[in-house]
């Protein structure tokens, strides 16, 4: 992981510290707001609906659908995906689809979350979800 992720605060403690750790625990985990009862994503310190410092971490359910894609072309890993997929919880993220090519990656395709590797580093990865379908 690179320190220019490393953007929140300071504190070794701080909400990406705490994020990185859950995931190397092998947990997918993001912050719900106990003032507004939104979920939040990516972790911060402040809610970003309602301003709130009354953020939990609770264990998203890691379903969620494709919003958009984009294939990158010609790497040193060849083509993949970048997706940002909404999560059943309400935020949105960037991730990738695996187990699946590039080009089937549609709009609305349901996604599983799991933690998985990509070039040694530990994330949040997704793959079709096991109906297949489409929101």
Not at 48 to 58: A, F, K, N, T, Y
Not at 96 to 114: T, Y
Request: aromatic share 8%.
């Amino acid at each position: 992981m690179s320190n220019t992720t490393l953007r929140l605060v300071d504190s070794p403690e701080g909400p990406d510290k705490q994020y990185a750790d859950f995931i190397a625990a092998g947990k997918f985990m993001i912050q719900h707001c106990e003032s507004c009862k939104q979920h939040v994503f990516y972790p911060r310190l402040i809610c970003s609906h309602c301003g709130s410092d009354q953020l939990e971490w609770v264990e998203a359910s890691g379903r969620g659908v494709v919003y958009s894609t984009s294939t990158p072309r010609g790497g040193k890993e060849g083509d993949y995906n970048i997706s940002l997929i909404d999560l059943e919880e309400g935020p949105r993220m960037m991730s990738r689809v695996v187990d699946i090519e590039p080009d089937n990656v549609k709009i609305g395709l349901e996604v599983e979350a799991f933690i998985g590797e990509i070039d040694g580093v530990s994330l949040v990865l997704y793959k079709p979800a096991l109906n297949g379908g489409e929101a």
